[in-house]
């Protein structure tokens, strides 16, 4: 089975800019999850989408968004760039409690 | 909400020694907690998991502890080699009841030395 693919690996943005990543689960998986890995944070909780509903949301503003598809993919976009938007952001698709995680795509906001 | 602590940031190994990071949560709700591996310019992968109903799990050379009691849980890998050298996160999850909201520790860095 092919693991969770995102798209681009790496995004070099400025400030004030949009920007739009993507996610394909692991075939079967419905339910897929965003976070944003920092070294002063961590790993944080973005959103989690199950049949394209967003069922939970973590403390983020309302500049960063998320969508899923019919065909379990998905989508997430930041807004307004600021420059500590710049972090590895990870899709995480699963089914029932495990969470398989992709490469991540890395973004830089200069 | 959940906060997760893990501790050590970071851990310096010999090769065949073992390693013990431990983690402590503070939601006794939370029923399920996985272990990541993460190497450079990787995802964190899932190398191990337990919930909340066993005490240990073992898988090779890499085991599970869970004290509900104390709320703490710990990884230990045993006969450590160079290619365990890594990032490892711990998590906690109340797992379908939260929908999948995961609360990950700030990872420890194990070096293990040749």
């Known amino acids: 089975k092919a693991g969770v693919t995102q798209t681009p690996r790496y995004l070099i943005k400025t400030r004030g800019q949009q920007v739009t990543l993507s996610c394909s689960p692991i075939s079967g998986h419905r339910s897929v999850s965003w976070y944003q890995q920092t070294p002063g944070q961590g790993l944080q909780f973005l959103f989690e989408y199950f049949s394209e509903t967003q069922r939970n949301k973590g403390n983020f503003p309302g500049r960063f968004s998320g969508r899923q598809f019919s065909n379990s993919r998905s989508e997430m976009n930041v807004s307004t760039l600021e420059l500590g938007d710049s972090a590895l952001y990870l899709c995480a698709s699963s089914s029932s409690t495990k969470l398989f995680f992709g490469s991540g795509t890395q973004l830089s906001v200069l | 909400g959940e906060n997760v602590e893990q501790h050590p940031s970071t851990l310096s190994v010999q090769e065949g020694d073992s390693a013990v990071i431990k983690c402590t949560y503070s939601d006794s709700a939370s029923n399920y907690f996985p272990w990541y591996k993460q190497e450079l310019g990787k995802g964190p992968q899932l190398i191990i998991d337990i919930r909340s109903n066993v005490g240990e799990k073992k898988d090779q050379r890499i085991a599970v502890t869970l004290n509900k009691t104390a709320k703490h849980f710990s990884l230990h890998i045993t006969e450590t080699q160079p290619e365990d050298s890594a990032v490892y996160f711990c998590?906690?999850?109340?797992?379908?009841?939260?929908?999948?909201?995961?609360?990950f520790g700030s990872g420890t860095k194990l070096n293990v030395k040749p």
């Open positions: 998590a906690a999850s109340t797992g379908l009841d939260n929908f999948n909201k995961f609360y």
